[in-house]
């Protein structure tokens, strides 16, 4: 198969998918490649997304439960209080939800996922930037 994008990204997670969606808007193809059947499966993490990622994704559909602190109880009785609730500072998501919503961001602004059936695949000629801030950056050339 012989398949040529600008970014080849490996792995539908909602890193990949927000990467790829956002060099969707710059203008470049983008190729997911991921390893299993649905985005979103197997459970990744507990789901915890603060208000700042969340403004970035704007999947205020995955909210379960949004999160101003603790009140932590200590055995002496004594309970100590973390945050107040004038200000969230996190919320707890549904990451399958969240997932698929970032995915899908990205599918919509032009990026094809690809299912692959076993982790050996082969890129012939890429370019790999390390880095959000592309402080490092590495050309590769295979061949
Ligand atoms: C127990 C636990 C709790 C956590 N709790 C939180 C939390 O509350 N909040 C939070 O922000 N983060 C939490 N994390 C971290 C969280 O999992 C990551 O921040 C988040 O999932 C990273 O997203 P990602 O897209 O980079 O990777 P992932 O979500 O891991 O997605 C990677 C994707 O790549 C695919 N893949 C991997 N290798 C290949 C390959 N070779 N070929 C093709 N596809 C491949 C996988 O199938 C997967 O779909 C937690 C992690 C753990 C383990």
Not at 21 to 39: A, P, T, W
Not at 84 to 102: A, H, Y
């Amino acid at each position: 198969m012989d398949l040529k994008y600008d970014v080849v990204v490996i792995g539908g997670g909602p890193i990949g998918g927000y990467l790829s969606r956002r060099f969707n808007e710059f203008g470049h193809s983008v190729l997911i490649i991921e390893e299993h059947d649905e985005i979103g499966r197997p459970f990744q993490c507990a789901g915890l997304v603060n208000p700042e990622s969340m403004k970035k994704v704007n999947l205020h559909n995955s909210i379960l439960k949004e999160i101003w602190g603790a009140r932590i109880h200590s055995p002496s009785g004594i309970p100590v209080v973390i945050g107040n609730n004038s200000r969230i500072r996190t919320m707890s998501v549904c990451r399958k939800i969240f997932d698929e919503g970032v995915v899908l961001q990205a599918i919509k602004s032009g990026t094809e996922i690809l299912k692959i059936l076993s982790r050996s695949y082969c890129v012939e000629q890429m370019v790999l930037i390390l880095g959000l801030e592309g402080s490092l950056k590495w050309d590769v050339q295979k061949k």
